[in-house]
């Protein structure tokens, strides 16, 4: 496929996605009914859809619309490109600029629209970040980095390393997480990597496995451990306790279980043992040493990675949210042991979301106290999260 042609097939599922089919369904769909496109036009047309939903509001204030035509005119005009130099009409390119497009000149941005940040929330982010509100923004308009954990059930970092680089995947340590290792030269072959079949390494955000050795250390190596990971979804955190505490015993759970169904493979191809446990067992299962509820959460740390989640929140549902995670925290101090911990985490950048949750918990349970607390901030290279390790007398 030619650039032009790539652009034009962006506009498609740009439109698609508009319309509301989420962003991955329209690109498999589309794969699969174009199969003459080849990996690097796939990969290509991804890194356009996915920027363009990233920079949305920017985009389309320099494209002048909010469709997907308009938003690739935009994306050309933010690289300093001349959309007319590709929109020609020629083999397979999008048609040529109306005299109305071509004419279009932008005025000045507002700054939501500049940071790409939903207007209604510029507020909150601004008391939640600070100073670093702009810095933070802007640099969720990029794309995120690649990380793997090394799997120290079966490797090293070095060694995971050295078995990448093997299938020319070349990665590097990261300062956020012992086992973390950023990927710098070709991301897009580690799912087919002998290192990532045989469970030498899993891709996760460098600042997740940075909460997830914070927790494991906070809860000391004097005795096995009874860990739940109460809201688990892919199991992500489960297996990176289980590689940190290989004495300990790991259960996961989750209100919707169908979102675990990928970590029973998950955890044999890493060589961890995790026990799943359905809504109903949890209580006779109890009481745990540890309980980590990665409550669900506006997703505002992780934007790089799933844009669209950025304009489809809303105040009202930024409320449910946080009802969900209020109630949450009243759910699992009953599932812990008397003297264990409690680890509540967010991947949001909002203090609605973390301190403040926090607060009013230890408001209402004063046998409750706080031994840490943690905001890592994308600043750091990963994504943006929020741990705080609790426990009580």
Not at 115 to 125: S, V
Not at 264 to 273: D, L, M, V
Not at 294 to 308: F, H, Q
Request: charged share 25%; hydrophobic share 45%; net charge positive.
């Amino acid at each position: 496929m030619t650039p032009a042609a790539r652009i034009a097939a962006a506009i498609e599922l740009l439109d698609r996605i508009a319309a509301g089919t989420p962003a991955e369904k329209a690109l498999t769909t589309w794969a699969r009914s174009h199969r003459f496109a080849g990996a690097r036009d796939r990969a290509a047309i991804r890194d356009h859809v996915f920027d363009a939903l990233r920079n949305r509001a920017s985009f389309a204030h320099l494209g002048g619309g909010a469709t997907g035509r308009a938003l690739m005119i935009g994306a050309l005009r933010a690289k300093g490109r001349d959309p007319a130099t590709l929109f020609t009409g020629k083999r397979h390119a999008p048609a040529p600029l109306s005299p109305e497009e071509a004419a279009f000149r932008p005025g000045p941005a507002d700054p939501a629209t500049r940071l790409d940040c939903p207007p209604w929330l510029l507020a909150e982010m601004e008391a939640s970040l600070g100073e670093e509100m702009e810095a933070v923004l802007t640099l969720l308009k990029s794309r995120a980095p690649v990380f793997v954990r090394a799997n120290r059930l079966k490797a090293s970092p070095e060694e995971a390393r050295a078995a990448l680089a093997e299938e020319g995947i070349v990665a590097r340590p990261h300062p956020l997480a012992e086992a973390a290792l950023e990927v710098v030269e070709n991301p897009r072959r580690l799912r087919a990597s002998r290192a990532y079949r045989e469970g030498l390494v899993e891709l996760q955000d460098a600042a997740s496995q940075a909460v997830c050795e914070r927790i494991a250390e906070a809860v000391g190596a004097d005795r096995p451990l009874r860990i739940l990971d109460y809201c688990a979804g892919g199991g992500g955190k489960s297996l990176a306790l289980a590689a940190a505490r290989e004495d300990a015993g790991l259960f996961a759970h989750d209100a919707a279980p169908a979102r675990m169904r990928d970590l029973p493979a998950r955890a044999r191809r890493a060589g961890a043992r995790v026990s799943i446990l359905a809504p109903e067992q949890v209580q006779r299962a109890a009481p745990f040493d540890l309980v980590l509820a990665d409550v669900p959460c506006s997703g505002s740390g992780a934007w790089r990675r799933s844009p669209a989640g950025k304009w489809d929140l809303t105040g009202e549902k930024l409320d449910e949210l946080c009802r969900i995670q209020s109630s949450i925290l009243k759910e699992i101090p009953d599932l812990t042991a008397p003297g264990g911990r409690l680890a509540y985490v967010t991947c949001s950048l909002l203090r609605r979301e973390n301190e403040s949750q926090i607060a009013t918990f230890l408001a209402e349970n004063p046998a409750w106290h706080l031994l840490q607390e943690h905001r890592l901030s994308p600043l750091q290279g990963g994504d943006g999260f929020y741990l705080a390790l609790l426990t009580r007398e």
